[in-house]
């Protein structure tokens, strides 16, 4: 990892990478914004989770107003089966060396500022010496999804993972390169919850790269030239973005 890159950041916040000793506000703070979701949204972990991504596999960094923890967001290098490198098999070179943006909480509070997509970038930021990154999200979390593809992640698959919940799975590679599909190629519009139609689209080589419609809808493009189905989505027009 690198050293810390400095963040923009909204007057009264602080950025400061979180030790050992921060385990319980990051604790309080995930249980708070779980309470309110489905299980099936965001897992809930235990403290022994965010543990050990801090003793010896990875990096939690935090953003604090007054000394408390209003948002975090964890980095996880090593990564098992569970941690699902193999989440992205098919859609990456094979041995792509890779790091997990492994989880992000922002206190109710302290919504719409951006923070999340903050701490994604110094993330990102944070992951020198790797080819890439990737995150799951749920197709029931169009906020997050937002941000992620907002970072310029792109959606690649959609996998049944963890203890058997639909995440989509999100990729960048690093250094950031540009989006392999033109915006002028083909699209196609799929409401988030038509779980077959992005299974169908993603296993023909389709990439999803936006929401669209309110945060309904993820756009998907193909690479012109590439094999692909015609997909059974909606095919897509300016003004499905707004
Ligand atoms: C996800 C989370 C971290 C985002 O917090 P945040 O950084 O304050 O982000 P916001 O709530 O402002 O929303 C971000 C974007 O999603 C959009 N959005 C929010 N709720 C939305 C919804 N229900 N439908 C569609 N879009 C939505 C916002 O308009 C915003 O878009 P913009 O950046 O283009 O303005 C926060 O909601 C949270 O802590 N959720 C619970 C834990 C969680 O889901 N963690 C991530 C697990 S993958």
């Known amino acids: 990892m690198s050293e810390s890159p400095v963040i923009d950041l909204p007057a009264g916040l602080q950025l400061r990478m979180l030790q050992d000793g921060d385990i319980d506000s990051i604790d309080s703070l995930h249980r708070l914004v779980t309470r309110s979701l489905d299980e099936s949204v965001v897992r809930p972990v235990s403290k022994d989770y965010f543990a050990r991504i ?3 596999n990875g990096a939690i960094a935090g953003l604090e107003a007054d000394g408390l923890l209003v948002a975090y967001g964890a980095l996880q290098c090593k990564l098992d089966e569970y941690d699902g490198a193999s989440f992205l098999e098919g859609r990456t070179q094979p041995g792509l060396q890779l790091y ?3 989880g992000s909480s922002v206190h109710p509070d302290w919504r719409g500022m951006r923070l999340q997509r903050r701490l994604i970038d110094f ?4 992951a020198i010496g790797v080819q890439g990154v990737f995150a799951t999200v749920s197709p029931d979390n169009p906020a997050s ?3 992620f593809l907002g970072c310029g992640f ?3 698959a959609l996998r049944r993972v963890y203890s058997g919940v639909m995440r989509f799975v999100l990729f960048k590679s690093l250094p950031a390169e540009a989006l392999p599909v033109p915006e002028q190629g083909e ?3 799929v409401p988030l919850n038509k779980i077959d139609e992005h299974v169908h689209l993603l296993a023909s080589g389709w990439i999803g790269d936006a929401l669209g419609q309110g945060g309904r809808m993820l756009r998907y493009r193909v690479a012109p030239g590439q094999v692909q189905s015609m997909g059974r989505g909606n ?3 300016r003004s499905d973005l707004s």
């Open 145 to 147: 999804l937002s941000n």
């Open 154 to 156: 792109q959606v690649e």
């Open 54 to 56: 801090l003793q010896d």
């Open 187 to 189: 699209c196609r519009m």
């Open 235 to 237: 095919s897509c027009r």
């Open 123 to 126: 993330r990102c930021r944070l």
């Open 100 to 102: 997990k943006l492994a």
